[in-house]
């Protein structure tokens, strides 16, 4: 059984709401399991339990909340062992033009140092879903989007390991 | 007088409409000269006559188009005498999240190489105007706003040289 | 059998040798046919026919050669079209911290937007390969590090699909 | 008398290195004021207090370490406020490819964000300063350059508000 985490960060609601909606998404799929965990709950060791990771945050400053950036940082104890696995991310922001973009491509850099797999999406949101204040239905759509592009590319991943 | 040259590509008419307001942003500043050039009449030895440039693209793969990449490249005839000039760039995109920021973010880099001095904006748009699809009243307003302050920055910094 | 294609674009040379050490690194795995092809050579309709894609440039003021990015911007007619497949990038610069590591991170936002799959690693070059000037032996292995691991990542995604 | 701040995070000594050669540097121009503190003992209030603020940190996977992300996210209840000062940023990283350059450029676009002016430099390290392990000779030149130059520009911000 593929497993997917979806961690996030969230004040607002804004970003937590974008999380539920693509754990939507992944169950979508069949034979995939997907867990949902506040990044203050998470501990780093739990990144090796799962084939995929999706990370979500919300716009500080053009990227990721310090919260967010600890866990990562934290990471480097296991760095190697995340190889191979599958990432993704996703942001919410108070306005347009106001750095969700870059939020989500610096999460992703971070995704490759520690040289997993990561996918684009050549229809919407390309880097990833990205919420401009509360989600509305063309987020919903984005984030339920990815939720099931990353449990099938998870599932494709597991399947010839 | 303070010269700033404003150059865009625009297919759509999207970008050379952003490209309008800017210069009426410009204009709302005194003693300061401002020309509108579609990069096809842009010659690259032009850049060495004003004193700020800002260069406008519509979003193509999440960066700026062919067109204002070869008029960058060949800037380079010039490297070092752009040195102390003031650079802002802007973008229009189909859909959030499709590459607007990273476009500006890519150009304002270029102008970092050329050792230029850039300036976001703690309001709106951070890294400069974005157009999702036909420039709105909030994308007019944006780029009002970045004609203005560059203006501003360009005087400031021509009147201590 | 999996096809990967190689495009470069080069002037000095330097580009073109690494696109030759990573053609070495594929070759290392059996079941991959690999095509080596300057950009000028290159018609886009090609991309179509390839399971995977390396694109490599100078770094020239912090991004990809116009000439790559001409290429890109005409795979807009082939949008969505790209979907799935294997995409990495590498680059050649004058000096570190030039824009080298921009550069590659700027042709892998190109690729996720063709909704193409990216992977990093966590041991050397994480974007992908870097050579400050004439690529030295550490650069060699990198690439051929690149290409092996390029080969057996397009190999797995076509065995699953 | 125009005051620049120089922020640094710091194990294993390599940024904190950098941050004196650019403490040098800045003091090699006259009537500027220099003060280099460790992240640990800064208060997010004393940013309000210069009018260039540097910012240093190592690469933790192709961004700024935690600690740096923690200030930048503080500063939130200065937005605004730090309008028109001048930024800079440097990076140390532990080899070539590293993530170096996204590091500079991610606290380039926080700086950016809060509405502040920052340039490029078209010879040696354009982003900012880079140093690939224990600081050589060429990135003492590169900080101390960095320095002196920030020193000029905060003057010429200075004198002109």
């Known amino acids: ?3 997917i ?3 996030y ?3 607002s609601g804004n ?3 974008m999380a539920s909606f693509i754990k939507s998404g992944v169950k979508m799929e069949e034979n995939v399991e997907v867990s949902l965990k506040d990044v203050a709950q998470t501990q780093v060791k739990e990144l090796l339990d799962y084939d995929g990771i999706i990370i979500g945050s919300p716009t500080y400053y053009g990227s ?3 919260q967010i950036k600890r866990l990562l940082d934290e990471s480097v104890c296991f760095h190697g062992r995340l190889e ?3 990432g993704a991310a996703f942001s919410s922001a108070a306005n347009i033009g106001g750095g969700n973009e870059t939020t989500i491509t610096d999460i ?3 995704m490759l140092i520690h040289g997993m797999i990561i996918r684009g999406n ?3 949101d390309h880097y990833g879903p990205v919420s401009i204040g509360s989600p509305n239905q063309r987020v919903e759509k984005q984030c339920k989007t990815l939720g099931q592009r990353m449990a099938k590319l998870v599932k494709l991943v597991k399947a010839v390991k």
Chains 1, 2, 3, 4 share one sequence.
Do not use: D, H, W
């Open 1 to 3: 059984m593929a497993k």
């Open 5 to 7: 985490l979806i961690i």
């Open 9 to 11: 960060y969230s004040r």
């Open 15 to 17: 970003t937590k709401k």
């Open 64 to 66: 990721m909340a310090a």
């Open 84 to 86: 191979g696995k599958v």
């Open 108 to 110: 992703l850099k971070a």
């Open 122 to 124: 050549s229809q919407g």
